[in-house]
């Protein structure tokens, strides 16, 4: 499996020098599975680039297909949706799964960016591209581009958010963005959908100094991302979604203490990086 | 007054190297009176930083904001959410914008705030927030600030704003297209006409009384601030997204004697190197038809003062 990563960020876009090296788009990963095929997780503002990049190939021809596993609808999770260009190619077609209680309430979630007073192109349906929206909930497996893919509903604001595991064969990633765990640490559901994973992307919003200041927030910190990390016994940990005020220096400081926590609590074995908006990652 | 400005990019946010001069964060300016009257206009991502800057200069719990919105297209709206001073308690802000037949403006503000979209409810916001309805040649005034209205061809329309203080105008046209080959209402325009094209006579003296309206409302301001997204290939390409280019910035300033122009709302594809070409192009072609037209590119952290300070 090849991961890129286009858009690390969370909350909202976070421009300017201070963010450069890390990136300041927000969240949006590609997955490229043994079968050929194409998944995209979340449409945050990175998004926008990942299109620009497809159309390169056979999305420039209308003759591309993907399939979206959006995590919840957050607009740092949805908002590079309209700025997606192989949207606009018709033949182009897409499979949108998500959380919602029907697949006709997702595409309402979804509509809901396009409309008029909001966007110019007013409604999905003006597009282009083929677009089938499945609502999904969690535990039942279901096939995604040749991969077996699991969701959990981690706590997360109101409605939660979906984390994914994709299993491609022997090689499993995990996508678990936006997790906003209680006191206790990572519940047991959610170390089991982890567990063993080859790459856990876990958010990594805050320092555990900044989680206590913003604990209503619903995001990790970075020991939670490592104890979740620790307890899944996953093989590799990228941090994720930071917070749009850490400029680059920060970030490197949040990666370094990921670093030192994983030593002190038993997780010297696993692999830690910060996820570099523009960068690729071989499993 | 001084003028400042948040956020300079259309469509969407676009952070990284190659923006880092002009600034990825979308459509914010601020203008502040030498009184102190805050007025902004628009609240794309840039307003994120203008609420820092609210809460630091010790303003935390009596702010009062006038916020005037050209139109609720996200680029213009999408950083309110993140303007941390909404969530404090004994500030204030008024929202203005053009009143629609279909919605009224709090309910498109209260839909940005809804689950599942954002974990805080605009009702639940701490600060007391008023909004106001506009009509699309209003004028009022925002304590000393005169404000004159316009209204702009674009896309489900937008408002051009004039403001007086301290003896001198700015004004903000965006987002507009120029008043000649498509005439913009609330439908969808699925394919681009093809620019030169006769129009029916009924759009084009709509489009020439539009025209005429915004000419009007930069007549003599020292500083106009004008939406040139497009490049003349753009335009040739995509006239019905509805945006301007420079020439048709440098047309309206020249025809209504403004000092000054800053190209804004640049493009998201844009990078600073391109910027900075398309200005010395504009500034190099606008001596033949507007000679004492200053013309800057507005870039994020651009200050202009005008008037008496």
Not at chain 2, 260 to 279: C, N, V
């Amino acid at each position: 499996m090849n991961l890129g990563f286009w858009g690390v960020r969370g909350s909202i876009p976070a421009p300017g020098p201070a963010t450069v090296r890390y990136g300041g788009n927000t969240a949006c990963v590609s997955v490229k599975p043994s079968s050929g095929g194409l998944i995209i997780l979340d449409c945050g503002t990175g998004a926008r680039n990942l299109g620009i990049t497809l159309l390169e190939g056979p999305f420039g021809q209308g003759q591309g297909e993907a399939s979206i596993l959006l995590s919840h609808a957050h607009w740092d999770h949805i908002q590079g949706f309209p700025f997606f260009v192989p949207l606009y190619r018709p033949g182009n077609r897409f499979h949108i799964f998500g959380n919602a209680k029907s697949s006709a309430m997702l595409e309402g979630i979804l509509e809901g960016q396009m409309a008029p007073q909001y966007f110019p192109v007013q409604t999905l349906k003006n597009m282009g591209a083929s677009i089938d929206i499945v609502a999904i909930s969690e535990g039942k497996a279901f096939e995604v581009e040749g991969c077996q893919v699991r969701a959990r509903m981690n706590p997360h604001g109101r409605a939660g958010a979906l984390a994914f595991r994709i299993e491609d064969g022997a090689r499993t990633v995990v996508y678990a963005s936006d997790a906003g765990y209680g006191a206790g640490g990572p519940p047991a559901e959610s170390i089991a959908l982890y567990r063993g994973a080859d790459v856990l992307i876990h958010d990594s919003t805050y320092t555990p100094e900044d989680k206590k200041r913003y604990a209503d927030r619903g995001y990790s910190s970075v020991e939670d991302a490592v104890g979740a990390a620790i307890a899944a016994q996953v093989k590799r940990l990228v941090l994720f979604h930071y917070d749009q005020d850490y400029g680059d220096a920060e970030v490197d400081a949040l990666c370094a203490r990921a670093r030192r926590l994983l030593d002190e609590r038993g997780g010297r074995d696993i692999d830690v990086i910060g996820a570099v908006e523009g960068s690729t990652l071989t499993v | 007054m001084r003028v400042r400005f948040w956020g300079v990019r259309g469509s969407l946010p676009v952070p990284g190297a190659k923006t880092e001069r002009y600034g990825g964060n979308t459509s914010c300016v601020e203008v502040r009176s030498a009184a102190g009257t805050r007025v902004v206009v628009d609240a794309g991502t840039g307003i994120r930083k203008l609420g820092k800057e609210l809460a630091s200069e010790g303003e935390a719990g009596h702010a009062r904001v006038h916020l005037l919105i050209s139109h609720t297209h996200w680029d213009h709206i999408q950083g309110l959410p993140y303007f941390a001073p909404l969530y404090q308690r004994g500030n204030k802000m008024s929202v203005y914008a053009r009143k629609r037949d279909d919605l009224h403006l709090q309910a498109v503000f209260a839909s940005q705030t809804h689950d599942p979209y954002f974990p805080v409810p605009f009702a639940e916001a701490d600060a007391a927030i008023e909004f106001n309805e506009l009509t699309d040649a209003a004028k009022f005034s925002i304590a000393d600030v005169q404000v004159a209205c316009a209204r702009l061809n674009h896309p489900y329309i937008a408002t051009a704003y004039r403001l007086t203080v301290d003896g001198a105008s700015v004004v903000y046209v965006s987002d507009t297209a120029p008043f000649s080959d498509i005439l913009f209402e609330d439908e969808f325009v699925a394919r681009p006409p093809s620019p030169g094209a006769e129009l029916p006579a009924k759009d084009r003296q709509k489009l020439a009384r539009m025209r005429e309206g915004v000419v009007r409302l930069c007549e003599g301001a020292d500083l106009v601030i004008y939406d040139t997204m497009f490049t003349n290939e753009d335009y040739q390409r995509i006239p019905h997204y509805g945006h301007s280019r420079p020439t048709d910035a440098v047309e309206v300033c020249g025809e209504a004697g403004a000092s000054r122009l800053a190209l804004f709302h640049h493009a998201p594809e844009r990078t600073d190197a391109e910027i900075d070409t398309i200005l010395a192009h504009t500034r190099a072609t606008a001596d033949k038809t507007a000679k004492q037209l200053e013309i800057v590119a507005a870039y994020e952290g651009l200050d202009v003062e005008l008037g008496q300070r």
